[in-house]
């Protein structure tokens, strides 16, 4: 069925440090994937997105790479701050019968960064 | 750009009751997809409106019901409360057009709590 598995549930860095985050989808005509930061006591922001006809996309010190054979897909953090400590939702486009969309999001990845 | 705005921010309900929740999407988007979020489920989806019409729909009940209005602001309304609705309500905003495969952006949220 329609999934998307999200590695780590949490992850621990130091100032400074590199993050990885790492999805995995199960429907083979996904074709965009977005990356949320949700805050406490906020609704999820988009912070990156990418769709199939690109391997890589970058913004500052965010970057997502996409690996359509292997249905995976990462979120990197260079340089991360004591403000990236968040929970972090990757997510996945499905089809649905009609052919419209629907998004389905990871568990999530809680971010802790340490000064 | 005025945000995804929802209204109210926390309700406390008692089993049994029903409930309404507002959303204002971003001017000029025509879709308004609705979110359950819980510790123990994650995000997810429970239906999209779009120019007034139910597009996608999820795997909730019947007791959660939703409508849009002509200016795209949307309601959705969960009638006879069980304990186990109490979560995150979230919408997300979109111009919902590419067949439902856009940039979604979330509101804060109504935290609902069924005692």
């Known amino acids: 069925g329609e999934n998307v598995e999200q590695h780590p549930s949490t992850l621990s860095v130091q100032e400074g440090d590199s993050a990885v985050i790492k999805c995995t989808y199960s429907d083979s005509a996904s074709n965009y994937f977005p990356w949320y930061k949700q805050e406490l006591g906020k609704g999820p922001q988009l912070i990156i997105d990418i769709r199939s006809n690109v391997g890589e996309k970058k913004d500052q010190r965010i970057a997502v790479t996409l690996n359509k054979t292997a249905k995976h897909f990462s979120l990197h953090i260079t340089e991360t701050q004591p403000e990236d400590s968040a929970v972090y939702f990757c997510a996945a486009y499905v089809g649905l019968s009609g052919g419209y969309n629907k998004l389905i999001f990871g568990a999530g990845t809680r971010l802790a960064v340490h000064p | 750009k005025a945000g995804v705005t929802q209204t109210p921010r926390y309700l406390i309900k008692t089993r049994g009751q029903q409930v309404t929740l507002s959303c204002s999407p971003i001017s000029g988007h025509r879709s308004v997809s609705w979110y359950q979020q819980t510790p123990g489920q994650g995000l997810q989806f429970l239906f999209e409106?779009?120019?007034?019409?139910?597009?996608n729909k999820g795997n909730f009940p019947g007791r959660f019901s939703g409508r849009q209005f002509s200016n795209s602001r949307s309601e959705m309304n969960v009638s006879t409360l069980e304990l186990g609705d109490s979560a995150l309500y979230l919408c997300?905003?979109?111009?919902?057009?590419?067949?439902?495969?856009?940039?979604?952006?979330f509101g804060p949220g109504t935290r609902l709590t069924v005692l």
């Open positions: 997300a905003s979109s111009s919902g057009v590419d067949r439902g495969t856009n940039e979604q952006f």
């Open positions: 409106y779009f120019s007034e019409t139910q597009r």
